[in-house]
């Protein structure tokens, strides 16, 4: 068993400052970061308990969004009145992404924090260069079925599990943080996750010691909101593709969309191209040109080659929800 120290933390500025100590950990619902303890892939020498901050309140916005604690439980936020009538895709998100236990202990940030559930990331006999920087990368050659087709590099092809980010993403969210000086930050969710390049064990644009606060939602975009997850098993299983869309129609036609997807990347995966070629497009029809947008550059890795094909279909099921609940 590994020595570590616990601490509760009284308060933001508390939390901050003790935890840009190297080693430390932030930990609320632990529902990852206690499994990842277990296996020794993390091994912090000061765990900072955060559940006594006041951080755990879904306010409305002057500009008439809503601002989401960093301790609001998952549970809480699926069922909150507000979410299910006006961010729907969040809500059905959430519900798709753990079981009931696990929600109401899992946090808002800790949900974005969460760590890649890679099996050889789980695996430390396998070399991965999340976990070991410079060991290598066993799932470029191993059974890679999870792993990501899309923003991967030589160094990793893991994927980002959130179900939450992914709706998160369709719907422009920002993080607020705190640093460890005292300063605060708005982080557009597009921005918060990094691509792992050269230095896959650096997951998000986080500095040591900062917090997030809350996570705060814009007013919903017109349209119809749907989310697909295509998983192994119906229950409670990570996705191997989702999808986060939103999408106004006209008649037959898409007058605008907007989709996320999940399983595809480090990190929600959209793209603004994708995006705008939803614009005149039969409701009904392939949506190739979006499919194309959204997956330029994708390259499968042999057991996840499936993933290109999938994602067009889900696509295609996504809108095919839009027009049944239209």
Same mark, same amino acid.
């Given at each position: 068993?590994?020595?570590?120290?616990?601490?509760?933390?009284?308060?933001?500025?508390?939390?901050?400052?003790?935890?840009? @100590?190297?080693?430390?950990?932030?930990?609320?619902? *632990?529902?990852?970061?206690?499994?990842?303890?277990?296996?020794?892939?993390?091994?912090?020498?000061?765990?900072?308990?955060?559940?006594?901050?006041?951080?755990?309140?879904?306010?409305?916005?002057?500009?008439?969004?809503?601002?989401? /604690?960093?301790?609001?439980?998952?549970?809480?936020?699926?069922?909150?009145?507000?979410?299910?009538?006006?961010?729907?895709?969040?809500?059905?998100?959430?519900?798709?992404?753990?079981?009931?236990?696990?929600?109401?202990?899992?946090?808002?940030?800790?949900?974005?924090?969460?760590?890649?559930? #890679?099996?050889?990331?789980?695996?430390?006999?396998?070399? #991965?260069?999340?976990?070991?920087?410079?060991?290598? #990368?066993?799932?470029?050659?191993?059974?890679?079925?999870?792993?990501?087709?899309?923003?991967?590099?030589? @160094?990793?092809?893991?994927?980002? =599990?959130?179900?939450?980010?992914?709706?998160?993403?369709?719907?422009?969210?920002?993080?607020?943080?705190?640093?460890?000086?005292?300063?605060?930050?708005?982080?557009?969710?597009?921005?918060?996750?990094?691509? =792992?390049?050269?230095?896959?064990?650096?997951?998000?644009?986080?500095?040591?010691?900062?917090?997030?606060?809350?996570?705060?939602? =814009?007013?919903?975009?017109? *349209?119809?909101?749907?989310?697909?997850?295509?998983?192994?098993?119906?229950?409670?299983?990570?996705?191997?593709?989702?999808?986060?869309?939103?999408?106004?129609?006209?008649?037959?036609?898409?007058?605008?969309?907007?989709?996320?997807?999940? /399983?595809?990347?480090?990190?929600?995966?959209?793209?603004?191209?994708?995006?705008?070629?939803?614009? *005149?497009?039969?409701?009904?029809?392939?949506?190739?040109?979006?499919?194309?947008?959204?997956?330029?550059?994708?390259?499968?890795?042999?057991?996840?080659?499936?993933?290109?094909?999938?994602?067009?279909?889900?696509?295609?099921?996504?809108?095919?929800?839009?027009?049944?609940?239209?």
């Amino acid at each position: 068993m590994r020595v570590f120290d616990y601490r509760r933390v009284q308060n933001e500025a508390d939390a901050s400052r003790q935890g840009v @100590q190297a080693g430390s950990r932030f930990i609320a619902g *632990g529902t990852n970061l206690l499994d990842l303890m277990k296996l020794e892939i993390e091994t912090p020498s000061q765990v900072l308990d955060i559940n006594r901050l006041q951080l755990d309140q879904i306010s409305a916005t002057e500009g008439g969004g809503l601002r989401i /604690g960093t301790l609001v439980r998952n549970s809480t936020l699926a069922a909150d009145p507000r979410v299910r009538e006006r961010y729907p895709v969040l809500s059905r998100a959430l519900l798709a992404g753990a079981s009931a236990q696990l929600r109401n202990k899992a946090t808002t940030g800790g949900n974005l924090l969460q760590r890649t559930r #890679c099996s050889y990331f789980y695996n430390t006999a396998m070399p #991965c260069n999340k976990r070991q920087p410079g060991s290598g #990368c066993a799932a470029l050659g191993g059974f890679n079925r999870m792993n990501a087709v899309l923003g991967a590099s030589d @160094q990793c092809i893991a994927v980002h =599990p959130s179900d939450m980010a992914v709706a998160m993403r369709v719907l422009d969210a920002t993080v607020e943080t705190r640093e460890a000086t005292g300063r605060t930050r708005r982080i557009p969710i597009a921005d918060f996750h990094r691509l =792992p390049g050269d230095t896959p064990q650096i997951e998000t644009v986080l500095q040591p010691g900062e917090l997030i606060t809350a996570v705060t939602l =814009p007013p919903p975009p017109p *349209g119809i909101q749907v989310y697909r997850k295509v998983r192994d098993r119906a229950s409670y299983a990570f996705a191997l593709v989702s999808m986060a869309a939103i999408v106004e129609l006209d008649g037959t036609r898409i007058r605008s969309g907007r989709a996320a997807f999940g /399983g595809l990347a480090h990190k929600p995966w959209r793209v603004a191209a994708a995006d705008q070629a939803f614009a *005149g497009q039969a409701a009904d029809g392939d949506l190739a040109a979006v499919g194309d947008a959204l997956l330029a550059g994708a390259r499968g890795y042999g057991h996840n080659d499936f993933k290109l094909e999938l994602t067009r279909r889900i696509l295609r099921a996504g809108v095919a929800d839009a027009r049944q609940q239209a």
